[in-house]
């Protein structure tokens, strides 16, 4: 373990692997258990560095108001995505958070085009929003369950890029992670779960029929990484067998894409409060004079 301020710096290395536009990705050549060669003592003291300097940028950001910030998670059943937000965001202030879940649509969802419940629930501006799965399950479970012909969720890839490019056109800070667990993994977490009846909610039968489908679903994913990474809206594949891993690599990219923000919000907060104080001052100043002729008024 590394003392204070010492190798483990926050800056030191990319935990998560960005995905290229355009390039092929082959989930196999990414180990699900990587580490990067961080041990779980210098992991813990970097993510609690972490937790620090997110607090203080989502503050920043909330005060500001000048950006949303869209946290989008993917990743096969029992591959950590709660457990993620429930680490990651341990030191925010709920407040400024959204945490938004997507399930089977409803029919009044299934009535409209795919994105219009993905949209409504975009963060608004100020606050740091979660997408626990997201419209990408609109080119995955869509596609294995061949919920749709091929043709639409094809036709999907280049309508999430249009879609994405209006956010991030539009001041939305979109950090888009696909948690990497290995298949072995996923059973050892099914059957935990299964030795804990307090967990056993978290199951259902339909888990180990997904998982027949491991390797569709690994296509899907491939392909969706592929094609819906962008410069302003890159994938970031995230070995996430273990979780302490995970949770700093994602703690990592949070951090560090609000990070070159933060010069921008404290400007923005100095020109806002300026006049604001000096009206402040004003008020009071008007207000002590009044309150000098009310005591004056009492003393006669
Ligand atoms: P969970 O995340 O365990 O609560 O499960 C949510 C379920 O909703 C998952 O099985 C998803 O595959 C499913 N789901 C989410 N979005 C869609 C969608 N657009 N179409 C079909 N199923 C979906
Ligand atoms: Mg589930």
């Not at 108001?65 to 998670?73: A, D, F, M, T, Y």
């Not at 869509?142 to 036709?155: F, M, T």
């Not at 994602?250 to 404290?266: D, F, I």
């Amino acid at each position: 373990m590394s003392a204070v301020g010492e190798s483990v710096s926050v800056a030191s290395q990319q935990y998560a692997r960005r995905v290229v536009p355009g390039e092929r990705v082959h989930l196999d050549r990414y180990d699900p258990a990587d580490t990067q060669g961080l041990t779980k003592d210098e992991g813990r003291d970097l993510l609690q560095q972490l937790d620090e300097e997110l607090a203080e940028l989502q503050e920043l950001l909330y005060a500001a108001g000048q950006h949303r910030v869209l946290l989008l998670l993917q990743g096969m059943d029992t591959s950590g995505k709660d457990g993620t937000i429930k680490r990651v965001l341990k030191e925010v202030n709920p407040t400024g958070c959204q945490i938004m879940s997507f399930k089977s649509p409803t029919p009044i969802e299934l009535a409209h085009d795919f994105l219009w419940r993905v949209h409504a629930k975009v963060p608004e501006a100020g606050q740091l929003g979660v997408f626990n799965r997201s419209h990408y399950e609109d080119v995955l479970v869509v596609r294995v369950h061949k919920l749709v012909p091929d043709a639409v969720w094809r036709g999907r890839y280049s309508q999430i890029n249009a879609f994405e490019r209006l956010l991030t056109e539009t001041g939305t800070i979109l950090i888009k992670c696909f948690l990497h667990i290995s298949k072995d993994e996923q059973e050892r977490r099914l059957l935990a779960r299964e030795q804990d009846v307090t967990k056993a909610w978290k199951l259902s039968p339909g888990d180990w029929a997904e998982r027949q489908l491991w390797d569709d679903y690994t296509a899907a994913y491939e392909d969706a990484l592929r094609e819906c990474s962008t410069t302003r809206a890159p994938w970031n594949i995230i070995p996430a067998d273990k979780k302490w891993f995970r949770n700093v690599a994602v703690a990592q990219l949070l951090v560090e894409a609000l990070r070159p923000h933060r010069e921008g919000w404290l400007a923005h907060l100095d020109a806002l409060g300026q006049p604001q104080l000096a009206a402040l001052r004003e008020a009071r100043g008007e207000r002590a004079g009044e309150d000098e002729e009310a005591v004056e008024d009492v003393t006669e």
